[in-house]
């Protein structure tokens, strides 16, 4: 089955989260066609016209880092289709606060408590709209984002290839 794969920066783009390109690439290594991602945190309604457009059988990911992780649910409510994976490097709590709609298969959020750069940037937690999806959240004490964290990046890498084969 042909993968397609949708990632977002957080505000302030490559900027501020430099790590998120590298993280792509390496979806990318996986066999996923991604889009030209990142993309920007503001283009969740973009993304999802163009994921609208894939057929049924193909699959789908959406990951983000800091407000590009905030969008994630926002991109996965405009989508009429199932998303197989939705990953997300330390939500901010000052970003869009939607549930993680039913539509999404399997979602995991990596958080942080770290007070640097400054308390909550990295600290929301998603909800889940329903218990019919696979929902791991987990904490880690690093600066925001944590896009960079290789440990962090591979655990994303290996769920997508499970849930690819």
């Excluded at 920066?9 to 066609?33: I, K, Q």
């Excluded at 920007?40 to 959406?62: C, H, L, M, S, W």
Aim: with cysteine; hydrophobic share 35%; net charge negative.
């Amino acid at each position: 089955m042909k993968f397609h794969g949708f990632g977002m920066y957080g505000m302030g783009g490559p900027a501020t989260n430099p790590a998120e390109a590298g993280f792509s690439r390496r979806v990318a290594g996986l066999g996923v066609d991604i889009h030209g991602s990142p993309y920007r945190d503001y283009q969740a309604g973009e993304i999802a016209a163009i994921i609208n457009k894939i057929p049924e059988t193909e699959g789908v990911f959406v990951w983000g880092t800091s407000l590009g992780a905030n969008n994630t649910p926002l991109v996965c409510s405009y989508v009429h289709r199932r998303i197989d994976g939705a990953f997300g490097f330390q939500a901010s709590l000052y970003g869009y606060h939607g549930r993680m709609p039913k539509n999404v298969k399997f979602a995991h959020l990596i958080s942080s408590h770290s007070p640097i750069p400054m308390p909550g940037l990295g600290a929301y937690v998603w909800e889940c709209a329903t218990l019919d999806t696979h929902y791991i959240h987990e904490w880690r004490d690093l600066p925001h984002p944590g896009d960079y964290d290789k440990d962090d990046q591979n655990k994303f890498l290996e769920e997508m290839k499970d849930i690819m084969s």
